[in-house]
């Protein structure tokens, strides 16, 4: 009678496990259609959504974290790679899911970020802007041709920032050899605009980080209904 019981009991255990991560599939297989579909994605996302047991955040209508990776998205003709969103603590009443209902599905928190490489940088810069790379928290530039009629000829390091209108560029101190170069007129003349001005989730752009790939700029809401996701 305790063998049966026993065998009983793993049978339960394995499907309810076998359950649990069918939900899960199909959760993210349904995740990645709705967002492939929303953005018009050519390829499906990567959906992962993390916590066991999934059942219970099922039933109980809140879920941990969420990841997608969308890959490329293109905004105004400008195009950033590896984009990233992370969903945490969404709340999703079963019975609104099965309802078809999502006016009541929110998202604690949602951050998107991704890569704005450096030749797509350099393809909206200033035509004596040659090169572009990291250098610390900053850019450097490499500089070629004339700059209101003054040949150039060198590195300038310049500072990014967040703005209204996309990813601002400016110039902060430049070395051209033995040719100085007024600040003023480095600012007049190279400054530029990325324009990536928001990421998947409607968020404007609130944090820059320099990588060997390029910028990552993410931002991040709160409080987001289903919709903006």
Known sequence: MRKALAAVVIVLIVGLVAADRIGVRIAEDRIAGEVAAQYGLTERPAVTVHGVPF?????????????????????????????????????????????????????????????????????????????????????????????AGIPVSGTAVVSVEATPEGVRVTPRSVDAGRLRVPTALLRRHLAWTVPVQRLPIAARITDIQVTPEGLRVTATARDVPLGRL
Do not use: C, H, K
């Open 55 to 147: 059942l219970t955040q099922a039933v109980g209508g809140e879920y941990r974290r969420i990841e997608i990776g969308i890959g490329e998205f293109t905004q105004r003709g400008v195009t950033v790679r590896d984009v990233r969103v992370e969903v945490r603590d969404l709340r999703a009443p079963l019975g609104d899911l099965l309802g078809g209902v999502t006016s009541s599905i929110v998202a604690g928190t949602a951050t998107a970020s991704a890569v704005l490489p450096y030749e797509l940088m350099r393809r909206n810069a200033p035509e004596q802007v040659a090169g572009i790379r990291p250098r610390g928290e900053n850019l450097e530039v490499e500089l070629s041709g004339t700059l």
